[in-house]
């Protein structure tokens, strides 16, 4: 059940299979909104979508470990508690993007604004992919192969920076020449202030992978210690289910105005 | 001056200041290259203020010291858990990651905020005395009203972290709280918080009260909105961190043999604070946040003219800001329910009930918020419901009150009853007139009627003082013995309770009174034909004795820190493991992990033991 009782492959082998039903699950939610815009089922979609990624890539499982028998101050019972201390973190977090939610759906109701969709599904994309590796990188390191941890961390950060570049650096120009403009109404308002705060995340989340990578270098973790690649691991695939949500709230959901 | 500077609260004030004006000239530098207007009508646009604001805060908590242990962390060092802090009381101005220390800081700069927020009090309430202005404008009453408001909340939640920070890893056995560096950030973000929060008076002040409502907090016409806003925001941050510590530390630092129905009561109610305290807060920072993007950049979320909704900054104000007067009353009714079964010598009446009540006052607590907005234009078809669940909260307070009169019922009555005994007995009566007063506000007819008048002042103000202030008074008579290895004096104690509780009862009644007579709440003037003038009177002189019973209350305390009477012993005969070592408590609190064996609250039960101290375990 857990990644350590899989050997290296096949832990591979299952971030692999979730990337692969996360994708297809990613095309269909695109292909509903064209044929069959139905919020609920795109709600039921992204639900989905979020679950996998909580139970696979985030390993909320882990939560319920029973550790009760180690000793108080050993590197194992600490990281439980960390574990706990970041997920509650999360859950007050969630609460925001829950709000920015609440917000879009009480001012724009069942209507969007004119966006790109291409570009929205290539930052999309450009997100779950980087899930993907994230989750590479932390199962070569659970394994102790601190040189795919090392190449997959960076190619994470990588495609970080790029979403953040697809986003704050062409979305929001593309979206003004839409007429979706920051001070004009609340059109502009809501998707600057959603992309802008969940940008705002993708950004702590860069420098604390940048953290991870160097310290990593450095030989800061192994196989036994690696709570730092975790946690990063961790938030990276937070950052990646708000998104889950966001992206059919701003692209999918709602007739175009 | 290098001696000065060395000590970490000045270095981290002086380069809040740097912080301040480095990050204004940088907003001035760019809107002069812009050929934006630089200056505005307080000095420098808001822009620049707000920026300043978040700067200097980064500055303080950078150059404070207290997130050193983190910067060695990022940059791959090893780092202890623990340090050894320095002698004396300059430990409270540097960042200790001891929770006793931390706890004591919270307190004091509670206190503090609690003497601010009440001078703030006297004035505006020595203005209301007569009818027609006397010695304040009405910007500046605003302003007092308004941030009388905001720092008393600041300063209870900052009171309940001492409460909590200093007493629940004490109570539960544990070394210290989960994350001690965690735990210093979050008391230590307070202080920039609370100078922002303060900084707004010479900005323009604030005219919205404490909620802040758009459109009236959206006008850009005073910067000390802004700063206001900015520093709920911060102080938010304070607790939401404070609360995500404590729940983990219950979760996972207890003593060995304490299961979930043998922690001690107010541990429980902590938990429940701190789950509303975690979630919620992140709303009201998250309204706050939006109201300021609409000011500085046009954002028109609650502008109706740019499609905006002013009723959604209502919604998501009051989802934090109505579950946030449990977190606020909590901790307090914990503290009544964990000292009332010391003092009467027998068990708490039905422990696992007033467990439950506590996550059920906060559970509830969420979906209760719009009866705040009966009278806003929401939607009509969302008052009964509200109503409804907002009476549901009556049902697990009222298991709260059963379990204290049961407890009470044919307890031994300590005789003289001590100061610390006066008030848990005070903060049930108190409590009690404020959850009467409740009902009236949730049922949606007479809310229509007693909505944003004094009568809703008057509510609040006793279910504060009963679920706050006197339990909180209670908790210093009681646990000061156990921080400071000396005893507040009970003479003046008793001075202080009678003058406090009997000058209260006359305010908040007074304040019910007028508010039934049409006296509305936040107005600078009234009419005397209304007919309450005198009341108004009578309300300012028990101001004013309050004001008085806290003076005393102070005299105690600085004369007994020096001279009150030496108590190392287990002063209340209680059954709690703090109790069973020497006060004060050492830096790593118990020397021997202790093993609980039994029922925290079997008092006046032959032969029952609650905690075993286990010999040290070698090389444990």
């Known amino acids: 059940m857990t990644t350590h009782a899989l050997d290296k492959s096949a832990a591979l082998n299952q971030g692999v299979i979730i990337f692969a039903y996360l994708a297809i699950l990613t095309a269909l939610e695109f292909g509903l909104a064209v044929a069959l815009p139905n919020p609920i089922l795109l709600l039921l979609v992204a639900l989905f979508k979020a679950g996998l990624v909580m139970y696979y890539y985030m390993h909320i499982y882990k939560l319920a470990q029973q550790d009760e028998v180690l000793p108080r101050n050993s590197y194992a019972y ?24 609440a917000t879009r759906f009480n001012l724009w109701g069942m209507t969007r604004p004119h966006l790109n969709q291409t570009l929205g599904l290539a ?49 929001w120009q593309l979206a003004q020449l839409e007429n979706v403009i920051v001070n004009k109404d609340v059109k502009g308002a809501v998707f600057y202030m959603m992309t802008g705060m969940h940008a705002f995340h993708v950004l702590t989340g860069v420098i604390f992978l940048f953290l991870v990578w160097r310290n990593g270098r450095r030989g800061a973790f192994s196989a036994e210690r690696y709570w730092g690649v975790e946690a990063a691991a961790v938030y990276w695939h937070f950052v990646d289910v708000v998104w889950i949500f966001f992206y059919p709230a701003l692209y999918l959901i709602g007739t175009v105005v | 001056m290098k001696q000065l500077y060395s000590i970490p609260l000045v270095r981290g004030l002086v380069w809040l200041v740097i912080g301040l004006a480095a990050g204004i000239a940088f ?17 420098f646009t808001e822009h620049a203020w707000v920026f300043g604001g978040v700067v200097g805060t980064l500055a303080f908590l950078a150059k404070h010291g207290v997130m050193d242990g983190w910067f060695k962390v990022w940059k791959g060092e090893e780092e202890a858990e623990h340090h050894e802090d320095p002698e004396g ?42 009818e027609g202005q006397q010695f304040l404008t009405p910007d500046q009453y605003n302003t007092m009203m308004s941030l009388h408001g905001m720092v008393m909340i600041v300063s209870i939640l900052l009171g309940i972290s001492g409460l909590i920070n200093y007493l629940v890893p004490l109570l539960i056995g544990a070394p210290d709280m989960a994350f001690p560096r965690l735990n210093a950030f979050s008391y230590w973000i307070s202080v920039p918080a609370a100078i922002w929060l303060l900084l707004s008076m010479p900005l323009g002040g604030v005219e919205t009260g404490w909620t802040g409502y758009p459109p009236l907090s959206a006008l850009p016409t005073k910067v000390g909105q802004q700063m206001f806003f900015l520093g709920v925001f911060v102080a938010g941050w304070s607790s939401i961190l404070g609360a995500l510590n404590l729940i983990v530390t219950v979760v996972r630092m207890r003593a060995r043999g304490m299961t979930a129905f043998r922690m001690p009561i107010f541990v429980w109610s902590a938990i429940a604070t701190s789950l509303i305290a975690l979630t919620a807060t992140q709303l009201i920072g998250l309204s706050f946040q939006m109201v300021m ?50 003092f009467v010598r027998k068990p708490l009446f039905g422990y696992r009930w007033v467990a439950m009540s506590s996550l059920g006052i906060a559970l509830v607590g969420f979906i209760v918020w719009a009866h705040h907005m009966f009278t806003s234009g929401m939607n009509e078809y969302l008052r009964v419901p509200f109503m409804y669940s907002t009476l549901l909260v009556a049902v697990p307070t009222g298991v709260k009150f059963f379990s204290w009169v049961a407890t009470i019922w044919q307890g031994k009555i300590p005789s003289p009853m001590p100061t610390a005994f006066l008030f848990v007995v005070g903060s049930i009566l108190v409590f009690l007139m404020g959850g009467l007063s409740g009902p009236p506000n949730a049922i949606v007819t007479t809310d229509l009627h007693l909505h944003d008048t004094y009568w809703i002042v008057g509510h609040f103000h006793n279910t504060f003082f009963g679920g706050f202030v006197f339990p909180f008074f209670a908790a210093l008579y009681y646990w000061f013995p156990k921080a400071t290895g000396r005893r507040l004096d009970e003479r003046l104690g008793r001075w202080h309770f009678w003058l406090m509780a009997s000058s209260f009862f006359v305010l908040s009644l007074g304040m019910m009174r007028v508010g039934l007579l049409g006296m509305r709440r936040r107005i600078f003037d009234y009419d005397p034909e209304l007919g309450f003038q005198t009341t108004h009177i009578v309300m300012t002189v028990a101001a004013f004795l309050i004001a008085l019973s806290v003076v005393i209350f102070f005299v105690n305390l600085v004369r007994s820190l020096r001279y009150g009477e030496a108590v190392i012993g287990n002063l209340w005969n209680s059954r709690s493991p703090e109790w069973q070592v020497p006060s004060p408590m050492p830096a790593h609190n118990y020397s021997a992990p202790l093993v609980v064996v039994g029922e925290p609250y079997d008092y006046g039960l032959p032969g029952s033991r609650y905690v075993d101290f286990a010999p040290a375990k070698v090389g444990d």
């Open chain 2, 293 to 342: 993007f609409q000011r500085l950049f046009g954002m028109g979320f609650f502008d109706p003219a740019k499609g905006g909704n002013p009723i959604l900054f209502q919604h998501l104000f009051w989802f934090y800001s109505h579950p946030a007067v449990y977190v606020f009353i909590l901790p307090g009714l914990g503290v009544v329910s964990e000292l009332l079964p010391v």
């Open chain 1, 123 to 171: 930052v999309t994309t450009v997100l779950l992919v980087s899930s993907f590796f994230m989750n590479r990188a932390e199962t070569s390191i659970a394994h102790g192969d601190r040189k795919g941890f090392l190449n997959a961390t960076l190619i994470t950060m990588i495609l970080g920076i790029a979403f953040l570049v697809g986003v704050v650096g062409l979305e």
């Open chain 2, 89 to 130: 009381w300059i430990k409270y101005l540097g960042p200790s990651l001891d929770h006793k220390v931390i706890g004591i800081q919270y307190t004091v700069t509670a206190i503090i905020l609690f003497l601010v927020g009440g001078l703030f009090a006297l004035i505006f309430r020595t203005e209301l005395a007569f």
């Open chain 2, 27 to 43: 907003v001035v530098g760019i809107r002069f290259a812009l050929e934006l207007p630089v200056m505005g009508r307080y000095l």
């Open chain 1, 78 to 101: 600490k990281t439980g508690s960390n574990r706990l201390g970041l997920w509650l973190f999360l859950l007050s977090d969630a609460f925001v993007f829950g709000a920015l939610l």
